[in-house]
């Protein structure tokens, strides 16, 4: 199943390319500047990278259908998976926001005493969250924090070597835990509690719907590099360095300037397909995938907008009992956006677009013959999310953007029903480079 599970790998790709190319072309680097100047406008946040182990012990209660027809029963192996991380500290230390990458799936693997072959697979998504230090974090001090997060997550199943149902766990979870840093090292570990894991109801056949049960609690431990690529701007700010940087760049013509951005970027659907509830009820109501979403655009300094090109492709495929279904979505937008207000650099903004969306779907269904829809719309669209800006003149910054499309839905000739494609997108990270100063510089 290409889903956002199996598509992690580009994340993970991605992000050490974007560290280094951060850290190698930034021109100083500093982590946690904040503590004897609160609220300075060049200490608002420091970015990090790090790695953690996480735990998850064994329980639940699995459930699957064996070659007699019989339900059957079964525990979840102790799971243990290394992650990334990639966030900011944010508000002089007292918020991080994050996301956080677990590559890998893992498996219980068992034959059981009627000879039924199981392979039950895990695997987590990218949990993008935020967590609250209600005493700011300092080096060579302990500090609590608490923490929320959307946690998206697949299980599914194959028995006797027939892929069985992929169960959808987009859940809340909290977590509550202590750091502890030293020089521009993190060390992190917490608890951490998923929302709703009881009861799912969850089919073991195509009409056999059950009820199962997937381990809630899970524990982490790692450690996190800090560094700031804005706090050497103050004393520049003081003597009227960055004054002078905007007026060379006025001059150069580059306070507007074409931009380029990536990062990755989190595409599910909002809400179940009629089509395959109508008639595929056992199939994962909401399709997930990570994308890569460059953007070419045209940021306007004097009204502090942004227009922008936006192209996304997202793919994704399920298979259950039989039933394989493809889905293609890829987009070219046009989006334009104002910002409100600067807070210290952060910046929120919200706009609107309109995009090309071509979408198609497959599927086929055992020994049936092939049932194919495709279709061109243009679509509208909202966009929202901030950008930190801390000097006004930065070459490259960090964005953060939510999209929602309404009525990305194709009909399928075999019911007459909508079948509902990825519509709501969060890239939490990404990278913009502002061209026209990036080249004033060299």
């Known amino acids: 199943m290409k889903t956002i599970f199996s598509s992690a790998r580009f994340i993970v790709s991605m992000i050490p390319a974007i560290c280094v190319m951060m850290l190698t072309l930034a021109p100083t680097l500093f982590a946690q500047l904040y503590v004897d100047s609160a609220n300075a406008r060049y200490r608002f946040a420091q970015m990090y990278v790090g790695v953690d182990m996480q735990i998850q012990p064994s329980g639940g209660d699995l459930v699957y259908q064996g070659l007699n027809g019989s339900v059957s029963r079964a525990q979840m192996d102790t799971r243990i998976a290394p992650r990334v991380t990639v966030g900011g500290m944010h508000f002089?230390?007292?918020?991080?926001?994050?996301?956080?990458?677990?590559?890998?799936?893992?498996?219980?693997?068992?034959?059981?005493?009627?000879?039924?072959?199981?392979?039950?697979?895990?695997?987590?998504?990218?949990?993008?969250?935020?967590?609250?230090?209600?005493?700011?974090?300092?080096?060579?001090?302990?500090?609590?924090?608490?923490?929320?997060?959307?946690?998206?997550?697949?299980?599914?199943?194959?028995?006797?070597?027939?892929?069985?149902?992929?169960?959808?766990?987009?859940?809340?979870?909290?977590?509550?835990?202590?750091?502890?840093?030293?020089?521009?090292?993190?060390?992190?570990?917490?608890?951490?509690?998923?929302?709703?894991?009881?009861?799912?109801?969850?089919?073991?056949?195509?009409?056999?719907?059950?009820?199962?049960?997937?381990?809630?609690?899970?524990?982490?431990?790692?450690?996190?590099?800090?560094?700031?690529?804005?706090?050497?701007?103050?004393?520049?700010?003081?003597?009227?360095?960055?004054?002078?940087?905007?007026?060379?760049?006025?001059?150069?013509?580059?306070?507007?300037?074409?931009?380029?951005?990536?990062?990755?970027?989190?595409?599910?659907?909002?809400?179940?397909?009629?089509?395959?509830?109508?008639?595929?009820?056992?199939?994962?109501?909401?399709?997930?995938?990570?994308?890569?979403?460059?953007?070419?655009?045209?940021?306007?300094?004097?009204?502090?907008?942004?227009?922008?090109?936006?192209?996304?492709?997202?793919?994704?495929?399920?298979?259950?009992?039989?039933?394989?279904?493809q889905l293609t979505r890829t987009t070219i937008g046009l989006e334009g956006y104002k910002y409100f207000f600067d807070y210290h650099g952060f910046m929120p903004f919200l706009g609107a677009g309109i995009g090309v969306d071509f979408l198609s779907a497959t599927q086929r269904d055992r020994s049936e013959d092939a049932v194919r829809a495709a279709e061109t719309k243009f679509l509208p669209y909202v966009i929202t999310g901030w950008d930190i800006r801390p000097s006004g003149v930065e070459w490259f910054l960090l964005r953060t953007n939510v999209r929602y499309t309404p009525n990305v839905t194709l009909t399928m000739p075999n019911t007459g029903s909508a079948l509902r494609l990825q519509d709501l997108e969060i890239n939490f990270i990404q990278l913009v480079i502002n061209i026209n100063r990036f080249l004033a510089l060299r």
């Open 92 to 325: 002089w230390g007292h918020t991080d926001f994050f996301i956080t990458i677990s590559p890998f799936q893992t498996s219980t693997r068992f034959t059981d005493a009627a000879g039924n072959s199981v392979n039950a697979m895990y695997q987590a998504g990218v949990e993008t969250g935020a967590r609250v230090y209600p005493w700011r974090v300092e080096r060579d001090k302990i500090r609590p924090f608490v923490g929320i997060a959307w946690q998206p997550g697949m299980y599914r199943q194959t028995v006797n070597g027939e892929d069985g149902a992929s169960l959808n766990l987009d859940r809340t979870t909290l977590s509550a835990g202590a750091t502890f840093q030293t020089g521009d090292v993190i060390i992190e570990g917490g608890a951490r509690w998923m929302f709703n894991m009881n009861d799912m109801e969850y089919y073991a056949g195509r009409s056999e719907k059950t009820t199962m049960t997937l381990p809630s609690a899970a524990f982490w431990l790692g450690a996190k590099y800090v560094f700031d690529t804005t706090v050497d701007m103050e004393e520049r700010d003081k003597r009227g360095g960055l004054e002078r940087h905007k007026k060379y760049f006025e001059k150069k013509g580059a306070m507007n300037t074409f931009t380029i951005a990536i990062g990755p970027s989190s595409v599910w659907t909002a809400s179940p397909s009629p089509h395959n509830e109508a008639k595929y009820p056992f199939l994962n109501p909401r399709n997930a995938v990570v994308v890569a979403d460059i953007g070419v655009g045209y940021y306007l300094h004097d009204i502090d907008a942004h227009l922008n090109f936006a192209v996304r492709s997202m793919n994704s495929s399920q298979r259950a009992f039989g039933l394989e279904q």
